[in-house]
Protein backbone atom coordinates (compact mmCIF):
# COMPACT_ATOMS: atom_id res chain seq x y z
CA UNK A 1 0.00 0.00 0.00
CA UNK A 2 1.27 3.46 -0.81
CA UNK A 3 1.45 6.10 1.93
CA UNK A 4 -1.41 8.39 0.36
CA UNK A 5 -3.10 4.97 0.08
CA UNK A 6 -2.62 4.15 3.72
CA UNK A 7 -3.39 7.97 4.77
CA UNK A 8 -6.52 7.73 2.98
CA UNK A 9 -7.35 4.40 4.64
CA UNK A 10 -6.86 5.68 8.48
CA UNK A 11 -9.14 9.24 7.46
CA UNK A 12 -11.74 6.82 6.39
CA UNK A 13 -11.40 4.42 9.06
CA UNK A 14 -11.83 7.38 11.77
CA UNK A 15 -14.62 9.53 9.83
CA UNK A 16 -16.60 6.05 10.48
CA UNK A 17 -15.82 5.32 13.84
CA UNK A 18 -16.98 8.78 14.56
CA UNK A 19 -19.91 8.43 12.97
CA UNK A 20 -20.48 5.20 14.81
CA UNK A 21 -19.72 7.91 17.98
CA UNK A 22 -22.11 9.98 17.38
CA UNK A 23 -24.69 7.70 15.87
CA UNK A 24 -28.13 8.27 17.53
CA UNK A 25 -27.23 11.37 19.64
CA UNK A 26 -30.06 13.92 19.91
CA UNK A 27 -31.43 15.83 17.00
CA UNK A 28 -30.16 18.93 17.53
CA UNK A 29 -28.50 21.53 16.00
CA UNK A 30 -25.36 21.27 18.13
CA UNK A 31 -24.76 17.26 17.29
CA UNK A 32 -25.04 18.56 13.56
CA UNK A 33 -22.62 20.86 14.13
CA UNK A 34 -20.51 18.63 15.61
CA UNK A 35 -21.30 16.10 12.61
CA UNK A 36 -19.95 18.78 10.33
CA UNK A 37 -17.05 19.78 12.44
CA UNK A 38 -15.63 16.33 12.80
CA UNK A 39 -15.69 15.69 8.88
CA UNK A 40 -12.69 15.87 6.22
CA UNK A 41 -9.82 16.62 6.75
CA UNK A 42 -6.08 15.11 6.12
CA UNK A 43 -6.56 12.73 9.79
CA UNK A 44 -2.57 13.48 9.99
CA UNK A 45 -3.16 12.98 13.75
CA UNK A 46 -5.40 9.98 13.64
CA UNK A 47 -2.82 8.61 10.87
CA UNK A 48 -0.14 8.94 13.73
CA UNK A 49 -2.14 7.09 16.13
CA UNK A 50 -2.78 4.01 13.97
CA UNK A 51 0.38 3.79 12.05
CA UNK A 52 2.32 4.15 15.07
CA UNK A 53 0.30 1.35 16.72
CA UNK A 54 0.56 -0.59 13.99
CA UNK A 55 4.45 -0.86 14.37
CA UNK A 56 3.64 -3.02 17.54
CA UNK A 57 1.37 -5.22 15.56
CA UNK A 58 -1.72 -2.89 16.63
CA UNK A 59 -4.51 -3.68 14.72
CA UNK A 60 -6.36 -0.52 12.84
CA UNK A 61 -9.86 -1.99 14.66
CA UNK A 62 -8.15 -1.71 17.75
CA UNK A 63 -6.29 1.39 17.22
CA UNK A 64 -9.25 3.58 15.63
CA UNK A 65 -11.23 4.23 18.62
CA UNK A 66 -7.88 6.79 20.06
CA UNK A 67 -7.66 7.63 16.45
CA UNK A 68 -10.84 9.15 16.77
CA UNK A 69 -10.61 10.74 19.83
CA UNK A 70 -7.69 12.79 18.81
CA UNK A 71 -9.11 13.96 15.64
CA UNK A 72 -12.31 15.16 17.66
CA UNK A 73 -10.03 17.13 20.16
CA UNK A 74 -8.32 18.32 16.94
CA UNK A 75 -12.20 19.57 15.77
CA UNK A 76 -12.99 21.21 19.10
CA UNK A 77 -9.16 23.25 18.64
CA UNK A 78 -10.18 23.92 14.64
CA UNK A 79 -14.29 24.85 15.93
CA UNK A 80 -13.27 27.15 18.74
CA UNK A 81 -9.55 28.82 17.39
CA UNK A 82 -12.04 30.00 13.66
CA UNK A 83 -14.54 31.73 16.32
CA UNK A 84 -14.85 35.72 15.55
CA UNK A 85 -13.33 36.40 19.11
CA UNK A 86 -10.79 34.45 18.20
CA UNK A 87 -8.84 34.23 14.52
CA UNK A 88 -12.24 34.76 13.08
CA UNK A 89 -12.08 32.56 9.84
CA UNK A 90 -15.16 31.45 7.79
CA UNK A 91 -13.23 28.83 5.51
CA UNK A 92 -12.24 25.80 7.00
CA UNK A 93 -11.34 22.62 4.55
CA UNK A 94 -12.93 24.53 2.06
CA UNK A 95 -16.42 24.78 3.75
CA UNK A 96 -18.01 27.23 5.88
CA UNK A 97 -16.86 27.66 9.72
CA UNK A 98 -19.46 26.10 12.66
CA UNK A 99 -20.18 29.44 13.73
CA UNK A 100 -20.67 30.89 10.54
CA UNK A 101 -22.94 27.79 9.21
CA UNK A 102 -24.87 27.72 12.90
CA UNK A 103 -23.61 30.33 14.96
CA UNK A 104 -21.27 31.81 17.59
CA UNK A 105 -23.08 29.87 20.38
CA UNK A 106 -23.79 26.78 18.37
CA UNK A 107 -19.81 26.60 17.59
CA UNK A 108 -18.93 27.38 21.56
CA UNK A 109 -21.24 24.32 22.51
CA UNK A 110 -20.00 22.10 19.22
CA UNK A 111 -16.46 22.53 20.30
CA UNK A 112 -17.02 22.28 23.76
CA UNK A 113 -18.69 18.98 22.80
CA UNK A 114 -16.05 16.94 20.87
CA UNK A 115 -12.90 17.76 23.49
CA UNK A 116 -15.71 15.90 25.54
CA UNK A 117 -16.17 13.49 23.15
CA UNK A 118 -12.35 12.44 22.75
CA UNK A 119 -11.91 12.18 26.27
CA UNK A 120 -15.27 9.50 26.11
CA UNK A 121 -13.38 7.92 23.32
CA UNK A 122 -10.33 7.35 25.35
CA UNK A 123 -11.83 5.84 28.12
CA UNK A 124 -14.19 3.41 26.42
CA UNK A 125 -13.09 -0.09 26.64
CA UNK A 126 -12.90 -0.32 22.67
CA UNK A 127 -10.17 2.08 23.14
CA UNK A 128 -7.94 -0.71 24.55
CA UNK A 129 -9.09 -3.38 27.07
CA UNK A 130 -5.88 -2.12 29.65
CA UNK A 131 -7.77 0.54 31.64
CA UNK A 132 -4.11 1.64 32.35
CA UNK A 133 -3.46 2.10 29.15
CA UNK A 134 -6.33 4.04 28.77
CA UNK A 135 -6.22 6.29 31.82
CA UNK A 136 -2.42 6.45 30.34
CA UNK A 137 -3.94 8.21 27.30
CA UNK A 138 -6.22 10.67 29.06
CA UNK A 139 -4.03 11.44 30.96
CA UNK A 140 -1.66 12.48 28.31
CA UNK A 141 -3.60 13.95 26.38
CA UNK A 142 -5.40 16.67 29.24
CA UNK A 143 -1.41 17.25 29.81
CA UNK A 144 -0.95 18.12 26.14
CA UNK A 145 -4.08 20.03 25.31
CA UNK A 146 -4.63 21.65 28.15
CA UNK A 147 -3.36 25.46 29.85
CA UNK A 148 0.59 23.67 29.52
CA UNK A 149 0.27 22.54 26.05
CA UNK A 150 -2.34 23.35 23.09
CA UNK A 151 -4.16 25.99 25.13
CA UNK A 152 -0.85 27.69 26.35
CA UNK A 153 0.15 27.95 22.47
CA UNK A 154 -3.20 29.37 21.47
CA UNK A 155 -3.26 31.92 23.99
CA UNK A 156 0.69 32.92 23.20
CA UNK A 157 -0.56 33.17 19.99
CA UNK A 158 -3.07 35.50 20.75
CA UNK A 159 -1.13 37.65 23.21
CA UNK A 160 1.73 37.72 20.07
CA UNK A 161 -0.42 39.73 18.04
CA UNK A 162 -0.53 42.81 20.04
CA UNK A 163 2.99 41.93 21.68
CA UNK A 164 4.96 45.65 21.22
CA UNK A 165 7.83 43.36 19.37
CA UNK A 166 7.59 40.28 17.06
CA UNK A 167 8.35 37.10 18.76
CA UNK A 168 11.76 35.74 18.36
CA UNK A 169 12.65 31.87 16.60
CA UNK A 170 12.62 30.47 20.24
CA UNK A 171 9.66 31.90 21.33
CA UNK A 172 7.46 31.17 18.14
CA UNK A 173 9.19 27.40 18.10
CA UNK A 174 7.95 27.34 21.85
CA UNK A 175 4.36 28.61 20.68
CA UNK A 176 4.08 25.95 18.34
CA UNK A 177 5.31 23.48 20.17
CA UNK A 178 2.28 24.13 22.38
CA UNK A 179 -0.73 25.21 19.73
CA UNK A 180 0.25 22.31 17.16
CA UNK A 181 3.22 20.42 18.33
CA UNK A 182 1.92 18.82 21.57
CA UNK A 183 -1.61 16.62 19.92
CA UNK A 184 0.95 15.63 16.80
CA UNK A 185 3.15 14.10 19.61
CA UNK A 186 0.66 12.86 21.87
CA UNK A 187 -0.67 11.09 18.39
CA UNK A 188 2.57 9.25 17.92
CA UNK A 189 3.21 8.39 21.21
CA UNK A 190 0.10 7.05 21.85
CA UNK A 191 0.53 4.31 19.00
CA UNK A 192 3.35 3.09 21.09
CA UNK A 193 1.37 3.21 24.37
CA UNK A 194 -1.41 1.13 22.91
CA UNK A 195 1.48 -1.60 21.71
CA UNK A 196 2.32 -1.59 25.15
CA UNK A 197 5.84 0.28 23.69
CA UNK A 198 8.54 2.90 24.61
CA UNK A 199 6.55 6.17 23.44
CA UNK A 200 10.05 7.66 23.23
CA UNK A 201 11.29 7.23 19.60
CA UNK A 202 8.10 8.24 17.82
CA UNK A 203 7.67 11.54 20.21
CA UNK A 204 11.41 12.18 18.63
CA UNK A 205 9.89 11.44 15.63
CA UNK A 206 6.68 13.30 15.67
CA UNK A 207 8.47 16.62 17.89
CA UNK A 208 9.94 17.05 14.33
CA UNK A 209 7.36 16.00 12.28
CA UNK A 210 5.25 18.75 14.36
CA UNK A 211 7.26 21.72 13.97
CA UNK A 212 7.80 20.94 10.68
CA UNK A 213 4.72 21.18 9.80
CA UNK A 214 4.29 24.05 11.30
CA UNK A 215 7.22 25.86 9.22
CA UNK A 216 5.41 24.07 6.08
CA UNK A 217 2.32 25.94 7.35
CA UNK A 218 3.92 28.92 7.14
CA UNK A 219 5.64 28.88 3.80
CA UNK A 220 1.77 28.15 2.54
CA UNK A 221 0.48 30.90 4.01
CA UNK A 222 2.61 33.22 2.58
CA UNK A 223 3.04 31.66 -0.72
CA UNK A 224 -0.36 29.34 -1.12
CA UNK A 225 -3.44 28.89 -2.96
CA UNK A 226 -6.21 30.00 -0.87
CA UNK A 227 -8.45 27.34 -3.68
CA UNK A 228 -6.33 24.75 -2.99
CA UNK A 229 -6.05 25.33 1.23
CA UNK A 230 -9.10 25.84 1.70
CA UNK A 231 -9.00 28.15 3.73
CA UNK A 232 -7.72 31.79 3.81
CA UNK A 233 -4.05 32.31 3.16
CA UNK A 234 -1.27 35.40 3.99
CA UNK A 235 -3.12 36.56 7.40
CA UNK A 236 -0.23 36.25 8.96
CA UNK A 237 1.81 38.49 6.57
CA UNK A 238 -0.87 41.06 6.84
CA UNK A 239 -1.21 41.00 10.54
CA UNK A 240 2.35 41.56 10.57
CA UNK A 241 2.80 38.34 12.80
CA UNK A 242 6.33 37.00 12.68
CA UNK A 243 6.50 33.31 11.29
CA UNK A 244 9.60 30.92 10.26
CA UNK A 245 9.18 32.74 7.14
CA UNK A 246 9.20 36.44 8.36
CA UNK A 247 12.03 34.96 10.73
CA UNK A 248 14.33 32.63 8.82
CA UNK A 249 13.22 33.79 4.90
CA UNK A 250 11.98 31.76 2.86
CA UNK A 251 14.51 29.83 1.74
CA UNK A 252 15.68 29.36 5.25
CA UNK A 253 12.32 28.05 6.25
CA UNK A 254 12.38 25.64 3.73
CA UNK A 255 16.09 24.65 4.79
CA UNK A 256 14.93 24.19 8.73
CA UNK A 257 11.64 22.37 7.55
CA UNK A 258 13.66 19.68 5.40
CA UNK A 259 16.77 19.71 8.27
CA UNK A 260 13.61 18.27 10.69
CA UNK A 261 12.69 15.69 7.90
CA UNK A 262 15.76 14.16 8.66
CA UNK A 263 15.94 14.16 11.95
CA UNK A 264 12.60 12.78 12.21
CA UNK A 265 13.44 9.76 9.91
CA UNK A 266 16.78 9.06 12.10
CA UNK A 267 14.25 9.13 14.88
CA UNK A 268 12.79 5.91 12.73
CA UNK A 269 15.62 3.86 12.87
CA UNK A 270 14.93 1.07 15.34
CA UNK A 271 11.93 0.12 13.41
CA UNK A 272 13.52 -0.68 10.04
CA UNK A 273 11.00 -0.66 7.02
CA UNK A 274 7.72 -1.23 8.87
CA UNK A 275 7.91 2.73 9.57
CA UNK A 276 8.20 3.48 6.29
CA UNK A 277 4.86 5.39 6.11
CA UNK A 278 5.68 7.11 8.80
CA UNK A 279 8.82 7.98 6.59
CA UNK A 280 6.73 9.63 3.27
CA UNK A 281 4.73 11.46 6.23
CA UNK A 282 7.20 13.44 7.64
CA UNK A 283 8.32 14.01 3.78
CA UNK A 284 4.00 14.50 2.81
CA UNK A 285 4.19 17.51 5.35
CA UNK A 286 6.73 19.57 4.48
CA UNK A 287 5.67 18.83 0.63
CA UNK A 288 1.79 19.15 0.92
CA UNK A 289 0.13 22.46 -0.74
CA UNK A 290 -3.39 22.14 1.26
CA UNK B 1 -19.16 19.11 62.81
CA UNK B 2 -22.57 20.84 61.16
CA UNK B 3 -23.85 20.82 57.99
CA UNK B 4 -22.57 23.84 57.18
CA UNK B 5 -19.18 23.81 59.00
CA UNK B 6 -18.98 20.79 56.38
CA UNK B 7 -19.84 22.00 53.26
CA UNK B 8 -17.47 25.11 53.97
CA UNK B 9 -14.76 22.72 54.75
CA UNK B 10 -14.98 21.05 51.57
CA UNK B 11 -14.73 23.92 49.54
CA UNK B 12 -11.62 24.63 51.00
CA UNK B 13 -10.19 21.68 50.21
CA UNK B 14 -11.11 22.09 46.81
CA UNK B 15 -9.95 25.37 46.63
CA UNK B 16 -6.81 24.34 47.59
CA UNK B 17 -6.53 21.61 45.65
CA UNK B 18 -7.34 23.92 42.50
CA UNK B 19 -4.68 25.81 43.19
CA UNK B 20 -2.30 23.20 44.03
CA UNK B 21 -3.19 22.11 40.18
CA UNK B 22 -2.39 25.34 38.80
CA UNK B 23 0.44 26.17 40.95
CA UNK B 24 3.54 26.62 38.46
CA UNK B 25 1.06 27.06 35.30
CA UNK B 26 2.24 29.81 32.92
CA UNK B 27 2.14 33.49 33.72
CA UNK B 28 -0.26 33.82 30.54
CA UNK B 29 -3.62 35.69 31.21
CA UNK B 30 -5.63 32.48 30.40
CA UNK B 31 -4.40 30.81 33.36
CA UNK B 32 -4.83 33.92 35.64
CA UNK B 33 -8.50 33.38 33.87
CA UNK B 34 -8.84 30.14 35.05
CA UNK B 35 -7.96 30.73 38.56
CA UNK B 36 -10.35 33.34 38.61
CA UNK B 37 -12.92 31.00 37.20
CA UNK B 38 -12.15 28.11 39.59
CA UNK B 39 -12.67 30.04 42.75
CA UNK B 40 -15.70 30.94 45.06
CA UNK B 41 -19.02 29.23 45.04
CA UNK B 42 -20.77 26.63 47.30
CA UNK B 43 -19.11 24.10 45.66
CA UNK B 44 -22.16 21.64 46.35
CA UNK B 45 -20.56 19.26 43.53
CA UNK B 46 -18.00 18.69 45.68
CA UNK B 47 -19.05 18.00 48.64
CA UNK B 48 -21.71 15.71 47.26
CA UNK B 49 -18.30 13.98 45.51
CA UNK B 50 -16.38 14.16 49.21
CA UNK B 51 -19.49 13.53 51.63
CA UNK B 52 -20.73 10.59 48.97
CA UNK B 53 -17.59 9.14 49.27
CA UNK B 54 -16.97 9.47 53.17
CA UNK B 55 -19.93 6.98 53.48
CA UNK B 56 -17.86 4.46 52.39
CA UNK B 57 -14.84 5.44 54.48
CA UNK B 58 -12.77 7.49 51.63
CA UNK B 59 -10.59 10.01 53.65
CA UNK B 60 -10.88 13.78 52.23
CA UNK B 61 -7.38 13.52 50.88
CA UNK B 62 -8.43 10.95 48.56
CA UNK B 63 -11.30 12.44 47.63
CA UNK B 64 -10.83 15.79 46.94
CA UNK B 65 -9.20 15.43 43.84
CA UNK B 66 -12.22 13.89 42.10
CA UNK B 67 -13.72 17.12 43.80
CA UNK B 68 -11.48 19.54 42.40
CA UNK B 69 -12.05 17.64 38.50
CA UNK B 70 -16.08 18.27 39.11
CA UNK B 71 -15.59 22.03 40.22
CA UNK B 72 -13.45 22.48 37.35
CA UNK B 73 -16.08 20.67 34.69
CA UNK B 74 -18.85 23.31 36.56
CA UNK B 75 -16.46 26.50 36.16
CA UNK B 76 -15.68 25.74 32.72
CA UNK B 77 -19.47 25.35 31.94
CA UNK B 78 -20.29 28.92 34.09
CA UNK B 79 -17.74 30.72 32.06
CA UNK B 80 -19.03 29.76 28.40
CA UNK B 81 -22.64 30.19 29.87
CA UNK B 82 -21.40 33.65 30.64
CA UNK B 83 -19.89 34.58 27.00
CA UNK B 84 -22.31 37.04 25.24
CA UNK B 85 -23.29 34.76 22.32
CA UNK B 86 -24.40 32.27 25.14
CA UNK B 87 -26.26 33.78 28.33
CA UNK B 88 -24.28 37.09 28.00
CA UNK B 89 -23.72 37.92 31.67
CA UNK B 90 -21.78 40.23 33.43
CA UNK B 91 -21.79 38.90 37.10
CA UNK B 92 -21.30 35.77 38.58
CA UNK B 93 -20.89 35.42 42.21
CA UNK B 94 -20.78 38.84 42.57
CA UNK B 95 -17.90 39.36 40.50
CA UNK B 96 -17.66 40.31 36.56
CA UNK B 97 -17.77 37.22 34.35
CA UNK B 98 -14.09 36.47 32.78
CA UNK B 99 -15.04 37.43 29.02
CA UNK B 100 -15.47 41.12 31.03
CA UNK B 101 -12.50 40.77 33.20
CA UNK B 102 -10.51 39.63 30.08
CA UNK B 103 -12.09 38.83 27.14
CA UNK B 104 -14.32 36.70 24.30
CA UNK B 105 -11.07 35.24 23.52
CA UNK B 106 -9.75 34.72 27.04
CA UNK B 107 -12.85 33.37 28.34
CA UNK B 108 -13.42 30.68 25.37
CA UNK B 109 -9.53 29.03 25.43
CA UNK B 110 -10.07 29.36 29.78
CA UNK B 111 -12.95 27.43 29.71
CA UNK B 112 -11.67 24.91 27.35
CA UNK B 113 -8.73 24.64 29.36
CA UNK B 114 -10.90 24.21 32.61
CA UNK B 115 -12.33 21.63 31.13
CA UNK B 116 -9.28 19.28 30.20
CA UNK B 117 -8.17 19.83 33.63
CA UNK B 118 -10.89 18.27 35.10
CA UNK B 119 -9.99 15.22 33.08
CA UNK B 120 -6.73 15.87 34.29
CA UNK B 121 -7.30 15.38 38.00
CA UNK B 122 -9.57 12.45 37.55
CA UNK B 123 -6.81 10.61 35.24
CA UNK B 124 -3.88 11.39 38.57
CA UNK B 125 -3.00 8.59 40.00
CA UNK B 126 -3.77 11.19 42.91
CA UNK B 127 -7.42 10.25 42.36
CA UNK B 128 -7.59 7.10 43.05
CA UNK B 129 -4.55 4.23 43.45
CA UNK B 130 -6.81 2.15 41.25
CA UNK B 131 -6.88 2.89 37.51
CA UNK B 132 -10.38 0.62 37.01
CA UNK B 133 -11.69 3.50 38.77
CA UNK B 134 -10.20 6.36 37.49
CA UNK B 135 -10.89 5.65 34.04
CA UNK B 136 -14.56 4.72 35.19
CA UNK B 137 -14.54 8.21 36.78
CA UNK B 138 -13.58 9.55 33.27
CA UNK B 139 -15.68 7.68 31.45
CA UNK B 140 -19.04 8.49 33.58
CA UNK B 141 -18.10 12.45 33.79
CA UNK B 142 -18.02 12.51 29.49
CA UNK B 143 -20.85 11.00 29.60
CA UNK B 144 -22.69 13.19 31.98
CA UNK B 145 -20.72 16.43 30.12
CA UNK B 146 -20.87 16.02 26.90
CA UNK B 147 -23.95 15.97 24.20
CA UNK B 148 -26.17 13.54 25.62
CA UNK B 149 -25.51 15.32 29.11
CA UNK B 150 -25.25 19.09 29.67
CA UNK B 151 -23.76 20.56 26.67
CA UNK B 152 -27.33 19.01 25.06
CA UNK B 153 -29.40 20.56 28.04
CA UNK B 154 -27.55 23.77 27.52
CA UNK B 155 -28.27 23.49 24.09
CA UNK B 156 -31.86 22.78 24.76
CA UNK B 157 -31.92 26.00 26.94
CA UNK B 158 -31.08 27.97 23.82
CA UNK B 159 -33.26 26.62 21.47
CA UNK B 160 -35.92 26.80 24.00
CA UNK B 161 -35.40 30.85 23.64
CA UNK B 162 -36.73 30.87 20.43
CA UNK B 163 -39.23 27.82 19.94
CA UNK B 164 -42.21 29.06 18.75
CA UNK B 165 -43.91 27.65 21.86
CA UNK B 166 -43.04 27.68 25.42
CA UNK B 167 -41.41 23.91 26.73
CA UNK B 168 -43.70 21.50 28.43
CA UNK B 169 -42.95 20.63 32.37
CA UNK B 170 -41.53 17.41 30.99
CA UNK B 171 -39.54 18.97 28.13
CA UNK B 172 -37.98 21.51 31.19
CA UNK B 173 -37.21 18.53 33.34
CA UNK B 174 -35.54 16.29 30.59
CA UNK B 175 -33.62 19.90 29.97
CA UNK B 176 -32.65 20.67 33.31
CA UNK B 177 -31.84 16.56 33.68
CA UNK B 178 -29.16 17.27 31.20
CA UNK B 179 -27.85 20.51 31.84
CA UNK B 180 -27.40 21.00 35.73
CA UNK B 181 -29.16 17.47 36.92
CA UNK B 182 -26.01 15.25 34.97
CA UNK B 183 -22.71 16.60 36.80
CA UNK B 184 -24.64 17.12 40.20
CA UNK B 185 -25.56 12.76 39.96
CA UNK B 186 -22.54 12.26 38.59
CA UNK B 187 -20.60 13.31 41.66
CA UNK B 188 -23.09 11.99 44.23
CA UNK B 189 -22.09 8.56 42.24
CA UNK B 190 -18.39 9.21 42.27
CA UNK B 191 -18.38 9.56 46.14
CA UNK B 192 -19.61 5.59 45.70
CA UNK B 193 -17.09 4.55 43.19
CA UNK B 194 -14.07 5.86 44.69
CA UNK B 195 -15.46 3.96 47.68
CA UNK B 196 -15.89 1.00 45.51
CA UNK B 197 -20.00 0.78 46.03
CA UNK B 198 -22.80 0.47 44.52
CA UNK B 199 -23.43 3.72 42.99
CA UNK B 200 -27.58 3.20 42.44
CA UNK B 201 -28.35 5.06 45.91
CA UNK B 202 -27.11 8.28 45.58
CA UNK B 203 -27.61 8.53 42.39
CA UNK B 204 -31.02 8.35 42.91
CA UNK B 205 -30.20 10.95 45.83
CA UNK B 206 -29.11 13.47 43.46
CA UNK B 207 -31.34 12.94 40.83
CA UNK B 208 -34.11 14.42 43.18
CA UNK B 209 -31.63 16.76 45.05
CA UNK B 210 -30.71 18.23 40.96
CA UNK B 211 -34.02 18.51 40.18
CA UNK B 212 -34.93 20.22 43.49
CA UNK B 213 -31.74 22.87 42.61
CA UNK B 214 -33.26 23.75 39.87
CA UNK B 215 -36.51 24.56 40.81
CA UNK B 216 -35.39 26.46 43.16
CA UNK B 217 -32.90 28.57 41.13
CA UNK B 218 -36.28 29.25 39.19
CA UNK B 219 -37.91 30.35 42.14
CA UNK B 220 -34.45 32.64 43.39
CA UNK B 221 -34.66 33.68 39.64
CA UNK B 222 -38.32 34.94 40.22
CA UNK B 223 -38.31 36.20 43.82
CA UNK B 224 -34.53 36.40 44.64
CA UNK B 225 -32.61 39.30 45.41
CA UNK B 226 -29.53 40.24 43.31
CA UNK B 227 -27.24 41.58 45.36
CA UNK B 228 -27.47 38.69 47.13
CA UNK B 229 -27.77 36.10 44.63
CA UNK B 230 -24.69 37.70 43.07
CA UNK B 231 -26.43 37.70 39.61
CA UNK B 232 -28.70 38.80 37.46
CA UNK B 233 -32.18 37.63 38.51
CA UNK B 234 -35.66 37.93 36.95
CA UNK B 235 -33.90 37.16 33.17
CA UNK B 236 -36.23 34.41 32.66
CA UNK B 237 -39.18 35.62 33.34
CA UNK B 238 -38.20 38.95 31.38
CA UNK B 239 -37.31 36.68 28.50
CA UNK B 240 -40.62 34.50 28.33
CA UNK B 241 -38.98 31.72 28.93
CA UNK B 242 -40.98 28.77 30.80
CA UNK B 243 -39.75 27.75 34.26
CA UNK B 244 -40.79 25.42 36.62
CA UNK B 245 -42.36 28.71 38.34
CA UNK B 246 -44.50 29.53 35.26
CA UNK B 247 -45.19 26.17 34.89
CA UNK B 248 -46.21 25.31 38.06
CA UNK B 249 -46.89 28.53 39.91
CA UNK B 250 -44.80 29.57 42.76
CA UNK B 251 -46.81 27.75 45.86
CA UNK B 252 -46.37 24.91 42.66
CA UNK B 253 -43.08 24.85 42.15
CA UNK B 254 -42.16 25.05 45.95
CA UNK B 255 -44.48 22.06 46.54
CA UNK B 256 -42.89 20.03 43.91
CA UNK B 257 -39.01 21.14 45.34
CA UNK B 258 -40.50 19.64 48.45
CA UNK B 259 -41.88 16.39 47.46
CA UNK B 260 -38.18 15.76 45.48
CA UNK B 261 -35.94 16.84 48.97
CA UNK B 262 -38.57 13.90 50.77
CA UNK B 263 -37.41 11.46 47.78
CA UNK B 264 -33.62 12.53 47.83
CA UNK B 265 -34.07 11.72 52.36
CA UNK B 266 -35.38 8.19 51.18
CA UNK B 267 -32.94 7.09 49.05
CA UNK B 268 -30.15 7.88 51.63
CA UNK B 269 -31.98 5.46 54.39
CA UNK B 270 -29.32 2.59 53.49
CA UNK B 271 -26.59 4.74 54.94
CA UNK B 272 -28.31 5.77 58.50
CA UNK B 273 -26.90 8.73 60.28
CA UNK B 274 -23.65 8.80 58.68
CA UNK B 275 -25.89 10.55 55.67
CA UNK B 276 -26.90 13.47 57.86
CA UNK B 277 -25.01 15.84 55.67
CA UNK B 278 -26.69 14.46 52.43
CA UNK B 279 -30.29 14.83 53.92
CA UNK B 280 -29.09 18.61 55.23
CA UNK B 281 -27.59 19.30 51.74
CA UNK B 282 -31.07 18.15 50.38
CA UNK B 283 -33.10 20.73 52.49
CA UNK B 284 -30.01 23.27 51.88
CA UNK B 285 -30.60 23.55 48.24
CA UNK B 286 -34.28 24.25 47.72
CA UNK B 287 -33.95 27.08 51.35
CA UNK B 288 -31.02 28.83 49.97
CA UNK B 289 -30.95 32.54 48.79
CA UNK B 290 -28.08 32.39 46.74
Same mark, same amino acid.
Given at each position: ??????????????? !?????????????????????????????????? !???????????????????????????????????????????????????????? %????? @????????????????????????? @?????????????? !?? !?????????????????????? #???? @?????????????????? @??????????????????????????? %??????????????? #???????????????????????????????????????????????????? %?
Amino acid at each position: MTFPDRLAACASAVE !MRLDAALAGWPDLPVVHAMRYAARGGKRLRGFLV !MEGAALFGVTDAQSVTAAAAIEALHAYSLVHDDLPCMDDDDLRRGQPTVHVKWDDA %TAVLA @GDALQTLAFELLSDPACHPDAGVRI @GLVQTLAHAAGGRG !MV !MGQAQDIAAETAPVPLTLDQIT #ALQA @GKTGALIRWSAEAGARLG @GADPAPLGAYAAALGLAFQIADDILDA %TGDEAKAGKRVGKDA #AAGKATFVSLLGLDGARARAAELVDTAQAALAPYGARADHLRAAARFVVSRD %T
